[in-house]
């Protein structure tokens, strides 16, 4: 029998092919691309030094301006070996000069669109065939110079990949055996399904370009416009990829890429992945909504103020007895910290544990309090007669509990008597009787301001 009660006691799972897996950067080349914003290169050193952290093995960049140049040349003097910078170039010689003019920089990615939109109406070439001379000539210009390469295949999920991609893939590899082609899934056409044939399966491109091809280094490089990027990025991994080009918080053109931290929590499911150290998730991200701008959603996968937020009674609970109950992984693990709210939905125990440990902050003794306690009932009732008059549309924030216990619990002297045995008084006239030292008049129409 197989008893699963705790994180470590699920198994992990492994990928059909057992490939070394690996992921690159582009939060600040594609990323960098998001409408809306700007990188400073301070802000690129800062997001270098969290991808060093995570253990990202590539990062790639423009290398166009002065900025960008400075940049690199910053991230190089850091000495780390990984992430290893790489730039990109358009399929031009010129483009590649100015790749080759960056010291430190091996490896280049190199665009070559292949769709015919791109082909026609984008760079106004005449053929398919002017199209593959132009890719093929800038690819052996870089070879010839040195540089490791990648073939960013663009739009090849609306491409006529039987006569045309593959074949430009075969004479890419002929040229530069080891190079990475990359699977761009341009504006998200791509589907992860295995059942689902060109252009559109990643797993059938996938498995074609290494079975059919002999590809040694398969990256993808997916968009969000359908939703699907994560999941397509998964699908080439599974298929046989061994690389995922991605951004952190997914940011880039339109609706954005795969999802770096969504991949990277593969590390708590999938062997391969858990090289990667997880527990400063969270903070890169504080990082980029205050500094860069990029507003998280409170339910946002992985670093949203709510992934670990609990207020709902049975969720609550659950998660107070167990976290593994209600919690995907630990907090800690992606460097976040567990909450619980009191709100509308919230029952008895999580309210106790607020008011039990407002109590004690406040009296800096432990004090246990149990869910029928009348001073704990009574706070209850108040919260929720807010609620049913629908005089609050928020949840009861820490500072307003402090207060609900202060009223209940410090300032009524009947509780004062009750928690601290104040027998020296028990002949005042103003006393209770023993038998009303647990009372606690409910007054159902304060609110606390």
């Known amino acids: ?49 969290y991808l060093h952290q995570i253990g990202i093995e590539k990062l790639e960049s423009f290398v166009y301006n002065e900025r960008d140049r400075n940049a690199i040349k910053l991230m190089m003097d850091r000495g780390y070996e990984f992430p290893e910078v790489t730039g990109w170039a358009r399929a031009n010689p010129a483009d590649i000069d100015i790749v080759l003019s960056v010291d430190g920089i091996e490896e280049t990615g190199i665009l070559m669109s292949v769709s015919d939109p791109h082909i026609y ?8 065939e ?15 110079h040195g540089l490791r390469t990648r073939a960013h ?25 080891e190079c990475t082609i990359r699977i761009c899934d341009t504006i998200g056409f791509g589907m992860p399904f295995v059942e689902v044939d060109e252009p559109f399966g990643i797993p059938t491109i996938t498995k ?31 298929y046989g990829a061994n690389w995922s080009n991605v951004t952190f ?41 205050s500094e860069i701008g990029i507003r998280i959603p409170r339910n946002k996968s992985v670093v949203g103020k709510n992934v670990f937020a609990h207020e709902s009674g049975i969720h609550a609970a659950g998660v107070l007895k167990n976290p593994f109950t209600y919690e995907p992984f630990p907090p800690e693990v992606v460097g976040g910290q567990r909450i619980f709210l009191v709100g509308d939905s919230s029952g008895i125990e999580v309210l106790r544990y607020k008011v039990q440990d407002a ?22 009732a108040d919260i929720q007669k807010l609620y049913n008059d629908e005089k609050r549309v928020s949840c009861i924030s820490d500072e307003e509990i ?48």
């Open 1 to 49: 029998m197989k008893v699963y009660r705790d994180y470590d006691d699920l198994p992990k799972i492994k990928l059909p092919l057992g490939q070394e897996v690996s992921i690159s950067d582009s939060t600040i080349r594609d990323g960098a691309q998001m409408p809306g914003i700007v990188m400073k290169s301070s802000h690129k050193i800062q997001i270098y030094e």
């Open 121 to 128: 109406d984008k760079m106004g070439l005449p053929s398919r």
């Open 130 to 144: 002017a199209a593959e001379e132009k890719y093929l000539n800038a690819l052996q210009y870089a070879v010839d």
């Open 153 to 177: 295949v663009e739009d090849m999920t609306r491409a006529d990949n039987n006569d045309f991609v593959y074949p430009l893939v075969k004479k890419i590899l002929e040229i530069d055996p």
């Open 208 to 238: 074609h370009l290494i079975d059919q091809l002999g590809a040694k280094n398969v990256e993808t490089h997916c968009h969000d416009d359908f939703g699907l990027a994560v999941a397509n990025s998964i699908a080439g991994y599974w």
């Open 249 to 289: 918080l997914g940011i880039g053109e339109r609706a954005g890429n795969a999802e770096m931290e969504k991949l990277l929590l593969l590390a708590r499911r999938v062997e391969g992945f858990d090289k990667y150290n997880l527990d400063c998730l969270v903070e890169f991200a504080k990082f980029m909504e």
């Open 359 to 380: 109590l004690n902050e406040l009296m800096d003794v432990q004090i246990e309090i149990g869910k029928d306690d009348r001073r704990l009932r009574a706070i209850q």
């Open 402 to 449: 402090l207060a609900y216990v202060k009223k209940y619990f410090v300032f009524n002297t009947i509780v004062k008597k009750d928690l601290h045995r104040d027998d020296d008084n028990e002949d005042d006239e103003n006393s209770p009787r023993s038998d009303e030292k647990d009372y606690v008049k409910v007054r159902m129409h304060d609110t606390v301001e």
